[in-house]
């Protein structure tokens, strides 16, 4: 998964072209906001560590559902090389068997800007609150 990294000059256009990545299904483009030592939470019981682990998700994700995630409001706070953004999300589309799938949910995502000067994800949940459920 090696790739030409981004650099993005905020962290709000970074979660922009990730989500632009992942409704293309581009795993080489989402995976560079990644940083190698990434966590995801992937549900409520299980999380994925680092980037091949992050990828194998996302290409799981891009194999069995085709629609599209929209990052709604989201909300940034910054400070020094770390910012934590919180938005709401709406995810849809249909399963390899044809089923539609649906969801919403107000992520969590921890960022740093890395010495290159490109911001790249440390924690993804994109559980939020449903997490305590």
């Known amino acids: ?41 992937v549900d409520q019981e299980r999380l994925a560590t680092g980037r091949a682990e992050i990828g194998a998700v996302y290409r799981w994700l891009f194999a069995n559902r085709k629609g599209a995630a929209r990052q709604g409001e989201t909300y940034i706070v910054e400070t020094g090389d770390i910012a934590l953004l919180t938005s709401k999300w709406n995810a849809s589309g249909v399963t390899s068997g044809g089923d539609f799938v649906g969801r919403e949910s107000c992520a969590s995502v921890v960022m740093r800007k890395n010495p290159d000067g490109g911001w790249r994800i440390v924690v993804d949940s994109s559980w939020g609150h449903a997490a305590l459920d």
């Not at 998964?1 to 709000?12: E, H, K």
């Not at 990730?18 to 409704?23: H, P």
Request: zero cysteines; hydrophobic letters at 50%.
């Open 1 to 41: 998964m090696a790739g030409v990294r981004m650099n993005t000059q905020s962290p709000a256009e970074a979660a922009g072209l990730l989500e632009e990545a992942i409704n293309r299904g581009d795993l080489d483009a989402a995976m560079d906001f990644y940083e190698d030592g990434a966590v995801m939470v």
